[in-house]
């Protein structure tokens, strides 16, 4: 998981930054890993939703995190 938990850190400087199509490149790939596998990175996908302003997001998956 500490692959994906820096995918999620990198995504959040990218998309906070303006580079918000490759934070959600990376968003994209940690949902369907999350999807795929079933792995507790609901906060590392919630990370990049802050990072891409997308507050309502960010707080459904950090409650995902919490029940992960």
Do not use: F
């Amino acid at each position: 998981a500490a692959d994906e938990e820096l995918k999620g850190d990198v995504g959040y400087v990218l998309a906070s930054t303006g580079y918000h199509a490759e934070g959600r490149a990376l968003l994209e790939e940690l949902i369907l890993r999350y999807r795929s596998t079933g792995e507790s990175i609901a906060g590392s996908i919630a990370t990049v939703y802050t990072g891409l302003g997308d507050r309502e997001s960010a707080l459904q998956w950090l409650g995902m995190a919490v029940r992960d």
